[in-house]
């Protein structure tokens, strides 16, 4: 290894948590603008436009754009996620696979936990995201709240070109797209990165968890999802604190993906919220069930997680 980059390793490592996370933060801004970059270009390559016409293109995509946006989105996110948080532990840990927990192998049984959790969490999920689209903002703060709005459109929009494929080569896509490429780079950054180290900086794992759940929702920049993703955030977080392997965690996240997709695929063609997506919302039967299941659930994880380290296993 070049000396220079030891000695610079070596002085990341060594530093205290905060300067950590500012280090962190830097690779995260660095890495956001050259993957927007890499976006655009790859939407100029394959469609033969300008750097102006490209711009203007994700603004208002149509259907024949969305295999150039989903590779461009699927670059992104190796690039922003997994690519920081592989750098980030290059330089935080002697062993970034150690650190990002990725040779930590789940049991089994814990990985069907985390299944049926996600799976009885749904309607609880719902009724946040029920709760935070009814959120206003005060009346001075009209413009921003708009704007929101229009970005929570656009979003919607543009997730609504995704899904809709009638062929089983764009569902497998999608997957590949929409679920496991974020579930595994989201989770490496959000959890393996900045949950270790805001624990580290508050010494305190609950707030650790806490603010990396904050930071995964806001990096999201959708304001009406800000509250479902919040306790996702959270719920993984806790996940991942449990079991100390970044895999359950990914597969929690995966599992919440893959449910949107593999609905919207096998529901098509569809407008407006789906059944799914209308579960406990209006704190019906469902709620209930689905809070005391996934409390039951998630409680039965923790202790039997608990019980192999104590057993040693």
């Not at 069930?289 to 192999?308: D, H, P, Q, T």
Request: hydrophobic share 55%.
């Amino acid at each position: 290894m070049n000396l220079y980059l030891s000695k610079f390793r070596d002085f990341v490592s060594g530093s205290s948590a905060w300067y950590k996370l500012l280090f962190v933060c830097f690779l995260v801004l660095v890495f956001f603008m050259l993957t927007g970059i890499l976006g655009l270009v790859t939407i100029m390559i394959s469609h033969g436009l300008t750097l102006q016409d490209a711009a203007s293109l994700l603004n208002n995509p149509g259907p024949a754009d969305i295999p150039a946006l989903k590779l461009s989105q699927a670059l992104q996110t190796i690039g922003l996620f997994i690519g920081t948080a592989w750098l980030a532990a290059f330089f935080l840990s002697p062993a970034a696979g150690t650190y990002l927990t990725i040779k930590s192998k789940p049991s089994f049984f814990s990985l069907f936990l985390v299944v049926l959790s996600m799976i009885i969490w749904i309607p609880t999920v719902n009724f946040s995201a029920a709760i935070n689209a009814r959120l206003n903002l005060p009346e001075s703060m009209d413009f921003v709240e708009n704007e929101m709005e229009a970005l929570r459109n656009s979003y919607n929009q543009l997730t609504e070109l995704f899904l809709n494929t009638g062929s089983v080569t764009g569902f497998m896509v999608n997957i590949i797209v929409m679920a496991i490429l974020p579930a595994v780079g989201e989770e490496l950054l959000f959890r393996g990165v900045f949950q270790r180290l805001l624990t580290e900086w508050t010494r305190n794992i609950h707030w650790g968890i806490v603010l990396a759940a904050l930071l995964f929702s806001f990096f999201h920049f959708e304001f009406f999802g800000f509250l479902p993703r919040f306790l996702l955030g959270i719920f993984f977080g806790y996940l991942f604190a449990w079991t100390s392997s970044i895999w359950v965690p990914i597969l929690a996240h995966f599992t919440n993906n893959f449910i949107i997709v593999c609905y919207s695929f096998y529901s098509q063609p569809t407008t407006g919220p789906s059944p799914i997506e209308e579960l406990g919302t209006h704190a019906d039967l469902f709620l209930w069930i689905s809070l005391a299941g996934g409390i039951l659930v998630s409680a039965l994880l923790f202790y039997y997680e608990k019980s192999r380290r104590f057993s040693g296993k």
